[in-house]
C-alpha cells in the first residue's frame, strides 16, 4: 500500500507539472514583438511559419542576421530561400543555414557557434511554441553569456489550448513535457560541477558574405 501511495503521489506531481508546462506553452503565444537582438535564430521543424516569423523579424530591423538551423542535407539554400518569402537581396546577404544540427541541442551550440563567430552577445530564438520552453533552455545552457529572447510560434497541427482533446495532442505534449524534464534535471546536474566554456566544435554552415560557406 505504501509502495502504491508513493506511486499516485508521484503520478498527481507529474500530471499537475504537466499542467503547468501546458499553461506556459499557451501562454506564450500570440508572442510580443521581441526588442532588436544582434542576430535571429530559427529553429527547423513541422510548419514553415518558424522561418517565415523568423525572416519578418530580420526584414524588420530585429537582428543583423538569421541563422536558420537543422537544415535537412537534401535542402538547398533556392528552397529554404523559397520558404522564407525574403527578398532575394536580404537573403543571400544575411541569411545562413545550419546543416549539422540533428535535435535541439544540435540547434542550441551551433547557434552558440555561430553567435561567438559574428561576436553576438544578443539574440532571438524562433521555434513552435511547445518547443520553446526547452529550445530557450539549451540556448542558455551553451550561451549563458548571451541574452536570449524568444519569440514562439503557433504549431497548426498542436492545438496548445485544447491538446488534451486528441490523442496526438496529449502525446506530444507530454513527450515534450517529459523531455524538457531530462533537459532541466541535466542541467541541474551539471550545474552543480564547472561547465566547460568557449564555442564546440564547428559544424557545417553555409552563409552570405561574412559568414563561411560550406
Not at 537582438?37 to 530559427?42: H, L, M, P, S
Not at 530580420?58 to 525574403?86: M, P, Q
Not at 552577445?121 to 529550445?135: E, G, M, N, Q
Request: glycine share 10%.
Amino acid at each position: 500500500m505504501k509502495g502504491l501511495a508513493v506511486v499516485l503521489v508521484a503520478l498527481m506531481i507529474w500530471t499537475a507539472g504537466l499542467l503547468a508546462f501546458a499553461d506556459r506553452v499557451v501562454r506564450l503565444t500570440p508572442a510580443p514583438s521581441p526588442a532588436p537582438a544582434d542576430g535571429v535564430v530559427a529553429l527547423t521543424g513541422g510548419s514553415d511559419l518558424r522561418l517565415r516569423a523568423a525572416t519578418a523579424l530580420l526584414e524588420g530591423g530585429k537582428g543583423r542576421r538569421l541563422l536558420v538551423s537543422g537544415v535537412n542535407h537534401k535542402v538547398s539554400r533556392e528552397r529554404i530561400w523559397s520558404v522564407t518569402g525574403a527578398a532575394k537581396p536580404l537573403f543571400d546577404c544575411c541569411v545562413d543555414l545550419d546543416f549539422d544540427a540533428a535535435d535541439t541541442i544540435g540547434n542550441a551550440r551551433e547557434a552558440a557557434r555561430w553567435a561567438r563567430a559574428m561576436g553576438y552577445r544578443s539574440l532571438i530564438l524562433v521555434t513552435a511554441d511547445y518547443h520553446t520552453p526547452r529550445a530557450a533552455l539549451e540556448l542558455t545552457a551553451v550561451m549563458p553569456e548571451a541574452r536570449i529572447s524568444v519569440y514562439p510560434v503557433v504549431t497548426p497541427d498542436l492545438d496548445a489550448r485544447h491538446w488534451p482533446d486528441t490523442s496526438e495532442g496529449a502525446r506530444r505534449m507530454a513527450a515534450e513535457y517529459m523531455k524538457y524534464l531530462v533537459a532541466l534535471g541535466r542541467e541541474g546536474i551539471i550545474g552543480l560541477g564547472p561547465r566547460p566554456s568557449g564555442p564546440g566544435p564547428s559544424g557545417q554552415v553555409s552563409g552570405g558574405p561574412g559568414y563561411p560557406h560550406a
